[in-house]
């Protein structure tokens, strides 16, 4: 099964995938975390600008997708977290894996920018920083996620909301 973590930079994200991991694995130890940003990395795809284009970001969700589907495969559960730009890709997970669960950490522009936890809004908003998802690249919401969250406020209890994603999700039993 693969949980699908979807929201701008600064939403929670990687916040509730590890508590999701965490507590997943503890049922079933194969369970991984899969974070767009490490896979950027860990492909050393976060060393020029060019990473950041939607070209760029296209590789590395392509990447992200392949290895999601690879340990899906083996029978290895994965919790990812990714920004999802393009719809046709989120479309296609359905049918690409096992069991699939969306969820979308939904948060305005304004709030996370307020937050910038990486710093990347504000030099966007004064236009002195391009490729940022929202400010300059189009992000599209989600149309059909298994589950909505408000993400414009402090995550609730992190390990509370991934107790109730599993369940949610029918991937721990209650």
């Known amino acids: 099964m693969v949980i699908w973590i979807i929201g701008l930079s600064g ?15 503890g049922a079933a130890p ?8 490490e896979v950027r990395r860990l492909f050393a795809h976060d060393r020029s600008d060019a990473a950041y284009t939607m070209a760029g970001r296209r590789l590395n969700a392509e ?18 977290c990714i920004l999802s730009l393009f719809p046709e890709m ?5 049918q690409r894996f096992s069991r699939y669960f969306e969820i979308y950490l939904k948060a305005p522009v304004e709030v996370l920018a307020a ?20 400010v300059d690249l189009p992000f599209s919401e989600p ?13 609730p ?8 994603v599993l ?8």
């Open 11 to 25: 939403s929670g994200k990687t916040t509730l995938g590890r508590a999701l991991a965490a507590q997943w694995r």
């Open 30 to 37: 194969n369970t991984v975390l899969v974070d767009g940003d």
């Open 63 to 80: 990447r992200v997708t392949a290895l999601c589907e690879w340990l899906d495969r083996q029978g290895i559960n994965v919790v990812c």
């Open 90 to 94: 989120r479309a296609g997970n359905r």
């Open 115 to 134: 937050r910038d936890t990486k710093g990347l809004y504000g030099p966007a908003l004064r236009g002195e920083r391009r490729q940022v998802a929202g």
């Open 143 to 155: 149309t059909a996620p298994d589950l909505t969250l408000d993400a414009a406020g402090p995550l």
């Open 157 to 164: 209890d992190v390990e509370a909301l991934a107790a109730e």
């Open 167 to 174: 369940r949610k999700a029918g991937s721990v039993q209650a």
